[in-house]
């Protein structure tokens, strides 16, 4: 019976007839140090195929008069789409639509989220059941609850007839969609209603983490509830509520389907957002050199949000700590 | 592309959008099936070494899909094309001018509506055929002209202000639509005696902003400002559509196109349209060509072989075997035989004599967003109709030098 010496061991004995030379140090960091790589490749090479690349074309049109055919020239012009971009009263309305939007949407959905996940933690019967019920908008198709919302919003929908012939709140029907004002109320309300679901998740594990141990000593040192969500639930739960405020806010200002779905930017464009003008303009006017510029110019804010929200909450963070 | 020592023509079509809508999805069996198991095998036996692959794509998809194609030096031979995307695609280059490359086209053009041909222009060249087309006229109900106390449809504007009159005060709106573009307003403009631009096409001002249009404009914006046209017409998405009011009778009259037979048929059986023309003003009664074309693409490398099929479907079996799918002819000669079919088809074919195309430009959805833009705020009360028609002209003077 012959033994192979135990991968990675340098100095292995060989007992039987075969004898191996042992392996160099050098030689085997470099095996193991590949190994990480090996596994990382596939997700590097499809994040930087489907991801970079992309996002890499669509910068370098954004500096074209990009023309779509295949072996076609299309012409330079600098800055000149972002120039446009700045100067387009309807970029800067859409732009101001779509931080309506993540404005409007992303403290209810949090603050809710928060709510509803702190109903949830107690252990109850019908917690499962509630917890489904919540979730549900989450899992259900964009496209589903956006006809919904127009339907329900609609001149002779649901809601009209709540208010106007059931309750008598209103003298007479409101045409939610055809004004902007209105619109965007359906839209954000929309929005708020669908990701509710999302946050209550989040703050759900979070609140698993909170330390019993320094709620049982709040309340030891005479701390009310009010007190002991401020002092304790609410710092426990930071992690998630910056989290949650970052995806939320890139989440915001990506609003599209919904828009699409119900007012499809109208009327005449008042509800349009970023996303849905840029579509518009490269897909329909097929201006993709200008939809770009749009698209990069919403990703560079995205980016710089994002960047703001974390460097704040990690400020935050270490003035806690001092 | 070679298939077993065989021609392959790839051959891309787009529903009509208007059918779409009607319809709610991207099926229609009945035209995918005169196609594939009559039309095609007929063309394929006629012409031995030919075989046509036909590739249905929903109309939501098709432009996307070409563009994706052009992009990718992809595209088919033959493409069913929306009118409105023709003198787009023209402008991009990836057509073949079927008006240089095929000697009789003068001849197969000459068997079609004029204004059906001429959706197929741009920049003094032809690029496709009419394959089949529609227009919009007047429908309404009985129950309608019980409503307003007449006997029968609107014959001119005149009519439509009596209509108007009647109505006032009964919850029920004289007329209704769902845009301010080229295709809801066209019929008006046109029928009003006025224009969109000059006869080249190089210059809307003078033209959609004339007297004559802002008369027209006019009587709608006073129609609206009654209540008489709902503001469906302004961009509500929550206002009743116009295929559900007028069954409802909230709306007297309409205008729209022969798929709304098959759209009433399904969800309102009870329901018995009346079609008439369109009403005539001092323009006469010219209502908009809508349809499609087929174009050849200009990568096609089977171009004798996709000539073939194009004037195959200039040949009055595939026009009477399409126009039994619901998809009228593109020829003035085949419509008695049409109308056999189906009665208020005659309507259409009537109208479509008269009928004239929007403008041909690569700039289309462009200026429907502009005249969109600019006319809302003068139904809703922003400005005035000639300062929205004054607007509205400059800016299209704008696209229309930049084709």
Redesign the interface.
Same mark, same amino acid.
Not at chain 1, 41 to 66: H, K
Not at chain 2, 136 to 165: N, Y
């Given at each position: 019976m012959t033994s192979i010496p135990t991968r990675g061991t340098t100095t292995g004995r060989a007992t039987g007839s075969v004898a191996r030379p042992a392996r160099s140090p050098r030689r085997g960091r470099l095996r193991v140090g590949a190994v990480p790589y090996l596994f990382l490749a596939p997700g590097v090479i499809l994040f930087a195929v489907f991801i970079v690349w992309p996002a890499v074309q669509a910068l370098r049109m954004s500096f074209y008069d990009w +023309? !779509?055919?295949?072996?076609?020239i299309s012409r330079w012009v600098g800055l000149d789409n972002y120039v446009r971009a700045v100067q387009d009263p309807h970029f800067w309305l859409s732009l101001t639509n779509s931080g309506i939007y993540m404005l409007a949407t992303v403290a209810p959905q949090m603050a809710l989220g928060l709510a509803i996940a702190l109903l949830l933690k107690r252990k109850s019967p019908v917690q499962p059941l509630f917890r489904v019920l919540f979730y549900l908008p989450v899992v259900t198709s964009w496209v589903v609850v956006s006809l919904l919302f +127009?339907y329900l919003?609609?001149?002779?929908?649901l809601v009209n007839f709540t208010l106007h012939d059931f309750l008598h709140l209103m003298n007479s029907d409101v045409?939610?969609?055809?004004q902007r004002g209105t619109a965007l109320v359906v839209i954000c309300l929309l929005g708020i209603w669908k990701g509710i679901g999302w946050s209550m998740m989040i703050y759900l594990a979070a609140l698993q983490g909170v330390p019993q141990a320094l709620e049982e000593a709040a309340i030891m040192d005479g701390a009310g509830r009010w007190q002991r969500f401020r002092a304790v639930t609410l710092p426990a739960v930071n992690p998630a509520t910056v989290f949650l405020s970052v995806m939320l806010v890139i989440g915001g200002l990506n609003v599209f389907a919904s828009v699409v779905l119900? #007012?499809?930017g109208?009327? !005449?464009?008042?509800t349009d957002v970023v996303l849905t003008y840029m579509y518009k303009q490269a897909? #329909?006017?097929?201006d993709f050199g200008y939809g770009s510029a749009i698209a990069m110019l919403l990703a560079v804010l995205v980016f710089v949000l994002a960047v703001l929200q974390l460097r704040i909450a990690r400020g935050r963070a270490d003035e806690a700590l001092a | 592309m070679l298939h077993r020592g065989r021609y392959r023509i790839r051959f891309a079509q787009g529903r009509h959008h208007h059918l779409l809508g009607a319809y709610g999805n991207g099926g229609n069996s009945t035209q995918q099936d005169a196609l594939n198991k009559t039309l095609i095998p007929a063309f394929e036996k006629a012409n031995p070494g030919i075989t046509v692959k036909y590739v249905d794509v929903a109309y939501d998809s098709l432009?996307?899909k070409l %563009?994706t194609s @052009?992009?990718?030096?992809k595209l088919p031979d033959l493409v069913r094309a929306d009118l409105g995307w023709v003198p787009?695609f023209a402008d991009?280059?990836?057509l073949e001018p079927l008006s240089t490359s095929m000697s009789d086209y003068k001849a197969l053009a000459a068997k079609d509506y004029p204004g059906s041909v001429a959706t197929n222009r741009y920049k003094g060249e032809y690029y496709g055929l009419p394959l089949d087309t529609n227009t919009r006229v007047l429908i309404t109900s009985q129950q309608a002209l019980d409503k307003a106390g007449v006997s029968e449809p609107p014959k001119t504007f005149a009519d439509l202000k009596t209509m108007a009159t009647a109505l006032k005060g009964t919850g029920v709106s004289l007329w209704a639509d769902s845009k301010l573009e080229a295709w809801n307003i066209a019929p008006w403009i046109w029928s009003g005696g006025g224009e969109f631009t000059n006869k080249a096409e190089t210059k809307a001002t003078g033209y959609l902003n004339s007297a004559a249009n802002a008369a027209t404009i006019q009587m709608l914006v006073d129609w609206y400002k009654e209540g008489l046209i709902p503001?469906l017409l302004?961009?509500?998405?929550? @206002?009743?559509a116009t295929q559900d009011g007028l069954p409802k009778n909230d709306y007297a009259t309409i205008f729209d196109g022969p798929w709304m037979a098959g759209v009433w048929s399904g969800s309102y059986k009870d329901f018995h349209p009346i079609y008439a023309p369109i009403p005539a003003g001092k323009g006469g009664s010219v209502s908009v060509v809508g349809g499609e074309d087929i174009v050849m693409t200009a990568s096609s490398a089977h171009k004798a072989a996709a000539a073939k099929f194009i004037r195959f479907t200039q040949s009055k079996q595939f026009q009477i075997e399409m126009a039994k799918t619901g998809q009228l002819t593109v020829q003035p000669r085949l419509a008695d035989q049409q109308a056999e079919m189906a009665a208020d088809y005659s309507v259409y074919s009537d109208q479509l004599k008269t009928a004239k195309s929007r403008i041909a430009s690569p700039?289309q959805?462009?200026i429907d @967003?502009v005249l969109?833009?600019a006319l %809302?705020p003068a139904f809703t009360g922003g400005t005035t109709v000639k300062a929205a028609l004054n607007s509205a002209a400059s800016q299209i003077d704008a696209l229309l030098s930049g084709d």
């Amino acid at each position: 019976m012959t033994s192979i010496p135990t991968r990675g061991t340098t100095t292995g004995r060989a007992t039987g007839s075969v004898a191996r030379p042992a392996r160099s140090p050098r030689r085997g960091r470099l095996r193991v140090g590949a190994v990480p790589y090996l596994f990382l490749a596939p997700g590097v090479i499809l994040f930087a195929v489907f991801i970079v690349w992309p996002a890499v074309q669509a910068l370098r049109m954004s500096f074209y008069d990009w +023309k !779509i055919v295949a072996g076609a020239i299309s012409r330079w012009v600098g800055l000149d789409n972002y120039v446009r971009a700045v100067q387009d009263p309807h970029f800067w309305l859409s732009l101001t639509n779509s931080g309506i939007y993540m404005l409007a949407t992303v403290a209810p959905q949090m603050a809710l989220g928060l709510a509803i996940a702190l109903l949830l933690k107690r252990k109850s019967p019908v917690q499962p059941l509630f917890r489904v019920l919540f979730y549900l908008p989450v899992v259900t198709s964009w496209v589903v609850v956006s006809l919904l919302f +127009k339907y329900l919003f609609a001149d002779s929908g649901l809601v009209n007839f709540t208010l106007h012939d059931f309750l008598h709140l209103m003298n007479s029907d409101v045409s939610w969609l055809a004004q902007r004002g209105t619109a965007l109320v359906v839209i954000c309300l929309l929005g708020i209603w669908k990701g509710i679901g999302w946050s209550m998740m989040i703050y759900l594990a979070a609140l698993q983490g909170v330390p019993q141990a320094l709620e049982e000593a709040a309340i030891m040192d005479g701390a009310g509830r009010w007190q002991r969500f401020r002092a304790v639930t609410l710092p426990a739960v930071n992690p998630a509520t910056v989290f949650l405020s970052v995806m939320l806010v890139i989440g915001g200002l990506n609003v599209f389907a919904s828009v699409v779905l119900v #007012t499809n930017g109208g009327p !005449i464009g008042q509800t349009d957002v970023v996303l849905t003008y840029m579509y518009k303009q490269a897909f #329909t006017y097929l201006d993709f050199g200008y939809g770009s510029a749009i698209a990069m110019l919403l990703a560079v804010l995205v980016f710089v949000l994002a960047v703001l929200q974390l460097r704040i909450a990690r400020g935050r963070a270490d003035e806690a700590l001092a | 592309m070679l298939h077993r020592g065989r021609y392959r023509i790839r051959f891309a079509q787009g529903r009509h959008h208007h059918l779409l809508g009607a319809y709610g999805n991207g099926g229609n069996s009945t035209q995918q099936d005169a196609l594939n198991k009559t039309l095609i095998p007929a063309f394929e036996k006629a012409n031995p070494g030919i075989t046509v692959k036909y590739v249905d794509v929903a109309y939501d998809s098709l432009l996307q899909k070409l %563009t994706t194609s @052009a992009a990718g030096g992809k595209l088919p031979d033959l493409v069913r094309a929306d009118l409105g995307w023709v003198p787009q695609f023209a402008d991009l280059g990836v057509l073949e001018p079927l008006s240089t490359s095929m000697s009789d086209y003068k001849a197969l053009a000459a068997k079609d509506y004029p204004g059906s041909v001429a959706t197929n222009r741009y920049k003094g060249e032809y690029y496709g055929l009419p394959l089949d087309t529609n227009t919009r006229v007047l429908i309404t109900s009985q129950q309608a002209l019980d409503k307003a106390g007449v006997s029968e449809p609107p014959k001119t504007f005149a009519d439509l202000k009596t209509m108007a009159t009647a109505l006032k005060g009964t919850g029920v709106s004289l007329w209704a639509d769902s845009k301010l573009e080229a295709w809801n307003i066209a019929p008006w403009i046109w029928s009003g005696g006025g224009e969109f631009t000059n006869k080249a096409e190089t210059k809307a001002t003078g033209y959609l902003n004339s007297a004559a249009n802002a008369a027209t404009i006019q009587m709608l914006v006073d129609w609206y400002k009654e209540g008489l046209i709902p503001n469906l017409l302004t961009g509500n998405s929550g @206002a009743v559509a116009t295929q559900d009011g007028l069954p409802k009778n909230d709306y007297a009259t309409i205008f729209d196109g022969p798929w709304m037979a098959g759209v009433w048929s399904g969800s309102y059986k009870d329901f018995h349209p009346i079609y008439a023309p369109i009403p005539a003003g001092k323009g006469g009664s010219v209502s908009v060509v809508g349809g499609e074309d087929i174009v050849m693409t200009a990568s096609s490398a089977h171009k004798a072989a996709a000539a073939k099929f194009i004037r195959f479907t200039q040949s009055k079996q595939f026009q009477i075997e399409m126009a039994k799918t619901g998809q009228l002819t593109v020829q003035p000669r085949l419509a008695d035989q049409q109308a056999e079919m189906a009665a208020d088809y005659s309507v259409y074919s009537d109208q479509l004599k008269t009928a004239k195309s929007r403008i041909a430009s690569p700039n289309q959805s462009k200026i429907d @967003a502009v005249l969109a833009a600019a006319l %809302t705020p003068a139904f809703t009360g922003g400005t005035t109709v000639k300062a929205a028609l004054n607007s509205a002209a400059s800016q299209i003077d704008a696209l229309l030098s930049g084709d």
